[in-house]
């Protein structure tokens, strides 16, 4: 049997969920981010499904979405690493229990 | 696409990212996380989308990778003592992807098999990006550099 | 059938040459199982990928060898000196004896070293160095895997080394090896974008990002003896000469082996490395360089095509392998003449001068193809380089950017 | 050479501005760079001035136009233009070459006055707005030109700032001027109003050209009267002379470019340029316009002369023989003898120049002494400065046959002689001539002969600067004369657009005899007169006048200006002082009440505000915030600033609303 869509996006479920996890059960900033990565990563392999899996393929959207979305993620990650470092040098931790400047 | 191959790397993608999700060293969790983002361009791969695939490979392993271990190494001291994790958050996430996995198996219109389509070259991706996509693709120039140039300033040492 | 689905090695009019010789042998191998065992496609195909993979390697492995033991040879010349001449003919059998050496050393791995790291480290980095030489045409039909956009791939596999090399300067728990892995890692990054942005003239200008497609395009000659490789155009040349400085230092070579050098950092990432894993290293780094080389070759060397048109004769692998070879020994000649640069001339290099002029060779590439392609577009592109060099040096004077240099960050 | 000038006709009015700009930025000693720019300007103007003359000499009825639009407001344009015909380029001529004889002796006379840079700015400032008020082609830039120049009289009449007098004078003369020109501007407005256009010559159709003059129709007359009202200020006529005199306390060299050779002249030249606006619907030469400008002319002339006969200053005698020989002018204009007007003025140029600089000279020598009572003698002191002078007197009082003067008035007389519509203002001509005479003598006896008085004693001759400019001007005085002869009137007939042809036959005129005559009583007179001036005489004082001792007062009345200056301040001056008193008690006591009053009000009305404001308002407003404060503490503890649970929460988020579409499906 080939995989159908259902499994394909069951996969990037999974995928999505390991990201989640990563992204709050851990307290490093890092593991944050990564989690984020992931999480994108899945959400770029739903894009690439549904379009592999459309009747209508022939346009490749969900190829162009999936390009710019990595490149938004890079983007993205250079920056929150960028964060974490300056985050790193103000407060001499990256544990994100501690950074709650925020709190009301 | 061979399913076998499939299940192979649907496998290691998923053993890789939930080893990302919970190795305790940070950089055995960075590099499976590679490993993961290689699995994922492998799917594409299977999914005939190599461009993207290659795309991946080449952003995450040869840039993010990179940039998040540079991370770790300069906020070293700090990478050594992971206190454990939290419970509810795993919990949470375990949840939704039971959610998710309800949603998907209940929706009957995705439970099909792949058209035949002729391959996605990289010519016709080049040639959509120039042509109807060349908006957003100047877009995302701007912000890449904006990216830059701000990831730069952020971890600019201040002058003493 | 088997044709068919054995896809894309078949030329249309499989010519009984000395050319394809390997081509047919591999057929008619393929052939010979499917008729004993008849076994599925996919099969066949698996078995026709392990043998690419097999001839790869085999190949490729001796060609290590061999150039182990010449780059010391001509090293020795270089030095005034004999190379290594007591084991074998003219000290053939050298690498043979250095094999045998590395394969029965103790391997050691330091307690402190995070060990899975330190043990995949090798292993990736040759892995990498290996895939890469997968897309390179070595001949007419000897493309071991047509992928679209092979190039792309090329550096996505690339890249991955990087990722590797950090990987054995933080594995092996050593500051040396860490220091070593930065500047490695450092410097591959830097050169890394014109690596890429060399590369980009060719491809816009061909249209394709298929290595096949791209010395097919270098195919005809002009006045039936002038090649129409890249190189003899004008942003050809200069995007040639960037992309073998950026090759150089990719694959940490003289002068740009500061991530190694034996007088600073005991040996960068390998430090902590020995036996078998210090031999895979070095391979590694050996076969980066072939796959770079050939690259280089296949994007402006014309591939496989002969200089000229009367030699069409010779087998175009001959041709490859000559022009890869001369390509290696200009490696061996500048790392037996060249000093060692120091970090900061090295990224002064790169950021201020290497890759604007990447960036001009995609311009004048530009004007090349807009002016049509002939002596006007020549003119006019060897203009726009003329002039983006001089404004360039005018720019960065020596003197200001070579100067001794600030220690900022080593506190 | 001249093509290009005629081409570029701006760049002579352009250069002294230039070298006027430079000067200013030089620091204030450099007083030869000063002078070497100025001078050199004012050459460059001569030069192309010459060059652009000699073409008018080819063709009768030469005229060079070019017009260039200044700016566009809606679709309509505004023209500006420069205008090049024998009328402008004579004016040119004698403008630049007076003026450089007066820079010359300026350079001479300033010496070591500490201002000498600003000075020269000034000067060639003025020269410049002269040259462009000549060439220029359209009334409005006729008009801006004026202004300029009226600005450069102010600033160089008030030059020595630092003596009130000189300072009242300059405010003075700027105002009187204004009043002439505020009649001028609404002149201006008018016509462009009826014609739509100011240029002068706009090929057939500019303000004085036939399509221009047929729209204007009957409003010809106001217009020209307005417009003259300009003239009469600046050439100080009747009712607004009185500034011309004062205007003496500038520097000599000032009195001589400005109010007497150019400036004042400009005033006859806007006549003269706009004459067609005068004569439209002439009957026989005669409009009521062009009747006015005579009688203003005839009682200038001699009112002035009579004056001038009780001035002990020297320059102020000067001053208001100019103010006579501007109406002697204003009436041959008047009476449509135009040439003969352009004539007398570019003689008078000449020679009232010449006057003024010798005037200049002898103060110079009598150390700033202007009293011609207390000079005296002066012949043997100072040999060129007399016989330069002597040669203007004459000039001025219009003896025959060798002076430009002479001549010039003999054609004067004979066009009043001729005017149809009466022939008193011929007589009173006649007077004016002997009356002319007379005080020019009384002057030069005063001043020349007799024995040495208290101003007179350290007297000595000018520098060489000084007096070449003087030879130059009184050699040009009698030259000048060549071109005025009837025998061979070329100026007249270059000026009125006829060729010319000599015939010595009319050289001599009956009239010519008649002026002798005249002139001849006049001086005689003067000389029977004042013989004993400034000498002890039987009974009389040294210092007292013979006329004074005749008749003290008619003396009384001439010396105080016939009381002209008193009669505005009683009046004019006077009204306007009470109107001022009046407008200021009613702004202290009137409308000051009225605001404050509003004031008050606003005051209260701002009290009731307030009250309302805090009483009512702010409360309810105080209640809301509290409670929105209350709230948001209360929020705010939703807030732990932890990434994870916002995180979390909105993952919570996600599942509920899978579930709810899941539900939903």
Not at chain 1, 18 to 30: D, F, K, Y
Not at chain 3, 288 to 304: P, V
Not at chain 4, 494 to 519: C, G, K, M, N, W
């Amino acid at each position: 049997m080939t995989p159908t869509l259902q499994v394909v996006l069951i996969v990037s479920a999974a995928l999505f969920s390991a990201g989640l996890l990563a992204a709050l059960s851990r307290r490093h900033a890092i593991f944050i981010l990564i989690g984020i990565e992931m999480m994108l990563a899945a959400a770029n392999l739903n894009f690439i499904a549904f379009w592999r899996f459309s009747p209508q393929s022939q346009s490749p959207t969900g190829v162009m979405i999936a390009i710019f979305s990595i490149a938004i993620a890079a983007a993205e990650a250079a920056v929150g690493l960028a964060l974490v470092i300056a985050v790193y040098r103000h407060y001499r931790t990256t544990n994100v229990d501690h950074l709650d400047q925020l709190k009301g | 696409m061979s399913s076998a191959a499939f299940v192979l790397i649907t496998v290691l993608t998923l053993a890789a990212a939930l080893a990302a999700a919970t190795l305790q060293k940070l950089m055995h969790a960075t590099l499976s996380f590679a490993l993961t983002l290689v699995g994922v361009a492998a799917l594409f791969f299977l999914l005939g989308a190599e461009f993207v695939g290659l795309v991946l490979v080449f952003v995450y392993i040869g840039a993010v990778a990179v940039l998040i271990v540079f991370t770790i190494l300069l906020t070293r001291r700090d990478v050594g003592k992971d206190r454990g994790s939290n419970w509810g958050g795993a919990f949470l996430a375990v949840a939704v992807f039971g959610g998710l996995t309800w949603a998907i198996l209940k929706t009957q219109s995705v439970a099909i098999v792949a058209p035949h389509i002729r391959a996605l070259t990289v010519k016709r991706i080049g040639e959509a990006l120039m042509t109807s996509y060349v908006w957003p693709l100047q877009c995302v120039g701007l912000l890449l550099t904006a990216a830059l140039i701000g990831a730069l300033v952020l971890v600019m040492e201040e002058k003493r | 059938m088997i044709n068919q689905s054995i896809d894309g090695f078949l030329h249309p009019n499989v010519s009984k040459s000395v050319d394809q010789i390997f081509v047919n042998a591999k057929q008619s191998l393929l052939w010979l199982l499917s008729w004993l065992t008849g076994a599925p496609d996919w099969v066949i195909q698996v078995a026709s990928s392990l043998i690419n993979i097999f001839a790869l390697l085999f190949v490729f492995l001796t060609l290590f060898a061999l150039m182990s033991v010449l780059e010391r040879k001509i090293l020795g010349r270089i030095q005034n000196r004999y190379g290594p001449n007591r084991v074998g003919p003219f000290g053939l059998l050298q690498p043979v004896a250095d094999g045998i050496k590395m394969l029965i050393k103790e391997d050691i791995v330091p307690a402190r070293a995070d060990k899975l790291v330190h043990f995949l480290a090798p292993i990736l980095i040759a892995a990498a160095a290996i895939l890469a030489l997968g897309v390179i045409p070595y001949g007419r039909n000897m493309t071991p895997f047509t992928i679209d956009g092979g190039v792309l791939f090329f550096f996505a596999v690339g890249s991955t080394t990087e990722l590797a090399v950090f990987m054995a300067g933080w594995g092996s728990n050593n500051k040396f090896s860490m220091l070593g892995a930065m500047r490695a890692i450092a410097q591959m990054i830097s050169y890394e974008l014109p690596l890429i942005i060399t590369v980009l003239p060719v491809v816009m200008v061909v249209g394709s990002l298929t290595p096949d497609r791209i010395v097919a395009a270098q195919a005809q000659y002009t006045f039936g003896f002038v090649p129409r490789w890249f190189v003899f155009t004008p942003w050809g040349a200069t995007a040639f000469i960037l992309f073998f400085v950026s090759g150089l230092v990719e694959s940490n070579r003289t002068p740009f082996d500061i991530p190694e050098g034996e007088s600073e950092i005991v040996a960068g990432h390998m430090t902590e490395y020995s036996g078998f894993k210090y031999a895979t290293f070095f391979m590694a780094e050996y076969i980066g360089m072939f796959a770079i080389t050939g690259l280089a070759a296949t994007m402006f060397l014309g591939g496989w095509h002969s200089p000229v048109q009367a030699l069409e004769f010779i087998p175009s692998y001959v041709w490859f392998l000559a022009k890869l070879s001369a390509l290696l020994l200009v490696y061996i000649w500048l790392r037996g003449t060249l000093p060692r640069t120091r970090i900061d001339q090295i990224m002064n290099f790169a950021w201020k001068f290497i890759l604007p002029m990447s960036f001009t060779c995609v311009i004048a590439a530009a004007v090349w193809h807009y002016a049509g392609r002939g002596l006007r577009g020549w003119l006019w592109s060897f203009l726009v380089i003329a002039i983006a060099y001089t404004v360039l040096s005018m720019l960065l004077d020596t003197q200001r950017k070579f100067a001794p240099r600030t220690y900022r960050f080593a506190e | 050479m001249s093509r290009w000038i005629i081409d570029h006709l701006c760049l002579i009015p352009a250069v002294p501005f230039a070298a006027s700009l430079a000067i200013l930025s030089l620091p204030i000693g450099r007083h030869k760079g000063a002078a070497a720019l100025a001078v050199a300007g004012q050459i460059a103007a001569l030069v192309m001035s010459f060059f652009a003359f000699l073409p008018t000499l080819q063709a009768p009825g030469f005229r060079a136009v070019q017009n260039f639009t200044w700016f566009t407001f809606g679709d309509h344009a505004l023209r500006l233009g420069w205008v090049l015909d024998p009328l402008a380029a004579v004016m040119l001529m004698m403008i630049t070459l007076v003026g450089l004889c007066i820079f010359i002796f300026s350079t001479g006379y300033m010496a070591g006055d500490r201002n000498f840079v600003r000075f020269f700015a000034y000067l060639s400032f003025f020269s410049g707005a002269m040259l462009g008020l000549v060439i220029s082609n359209s009334l409005l830039l006729l008009f801006i030109c004026w202004e300029l120049v009226g600005l450069a009289s102010y600033l160089l009449i008030g030059f020595w700032i630092e003596r009130p007098s000189a300072a009242a004078a300059a405010k003075k003369a700027f105002i009187t001027t204004r009043i002439g020109d505020m009649g001028f501007f609404l002149g201006l407005l008018w016509l462009y109003g009826r014609s739509g256009t100011l240029l002068f010559y706009d090929d057939g159709n500019g303000c004085l050209e036939s399509a221009g003059l047929a729209m204007l129709g009957a409003s010809a007359v106001s217009v020209a009267l307005l417009i003259f009202c300009g003239a009469v200020g600046k050439s100080g006529q009747f009712p607004l002379h009185v500034w011309l005199p004062d205007a003496m306390e500038g520097p000599t060299p000032v009195s001589a470019l400005i109010h007497a050779a150019t400036m004042v002249a400009a005033g006859v030249f806007l006549v003269a340029r706009v004459y067609p606006i005068f004569s439209l619907g002439a009957i026989d030469g005669v409009t009521s316009s062009l009747r006015v400008v005579v009688w203003i002319g005839v009682t200038t002339a001699l009112m002035a002369a009579l004056i001038a006969i009780a001035q002990a200053d020297i320059k102020r005698i000067l001053a208001y023989s100019t103010v006579s020989q501007l109406g002697l002018m204003m009436v041959s204009l008047g009476v449509g003898g135009v040439a003969a007007g352009m004539m007398h003025l570019l003689a008078h140029g000449f020679f009232k120049a010449l006057l003024f600089l010798g005037s200049g000279s002898v103060i110079h020598g009598c150390h700033g002494e202007q009293d011609i009572r207390k000079m005296g003698g002066l012949r043997q002191l100072m040999p060129v400065t007399f016989f330069t002078y002597a040669i203007g007197m004459m000039a001025l009082s219009g003896v025959p046959l060798f002076f430009s003067g002479g001549w010039t008035k003999e054609e004067i007389l004979q066009v009043t002689a001729h005017w149809p519509a009466s022939r008193l203002p011929y007589y009173f001509l006649l007077a004016g001539v002997i009356l002319t005479a007379l005080y020019m003598t009384r002057q030069i006896i005063y001043v020349f002969f007799g024995d040495r008085r208290a101003g007179s004693q350290h007297a000595h001759e000018s520098p060489r600067v000084m007096t070449i400019p003087l030879i130059v001007l009184a050699s040009c005085a009698i030259l000048f004369s060549i071109v005025l002869t009837p025998a061979w009137p070329w100026l007249h007939d270059y000026l009125a657009d006829e060729p010319v042809h000599f015939e010595f036959a009319r050289l001599i005129q009956p009239t010519l005899f008649l002026s002798l005559v005249l002139v001849g009583a006049g001086v005689a007179l003067g000389i029977w007169m004042y013989r004993k001036a400034g000498a002890q005489d039987r009974q009389r004082p040294a210092d007292t006048d013979p006329l004074e001792f005749a008749q003290p007062q008619l003396f009384r009345f001439l010396e105080n200006k016939m009381w002209i200056d008193e009669l505005y301040a009683r009046t004019v001056i006077a009204f306007s002082w009470m109107s001022a008193r009046l407008s200021d008690w009613m702004d202290r006591h009137f409308w000051d009440r009225l605001v404050r009053g509003v004031g008050a009000i606003g005051q209260l009305l701002g009290t009731f505000t307030t009250t309302v404001d805090e009483r009512g308002i702010n409360a309810g407003v105080d209640e809301t915030t509290g409670g929105t404060r209350g709230l948001g503490r209360l929020m705010s503890a939703a807030h732990s600033g932890q990434i994870q649970t916002y995180l979390g929460v909105i993952a919570i988020g996600v599942l509920a609303l899978l579930l709810f579409y899941a539900w939903l499906a």
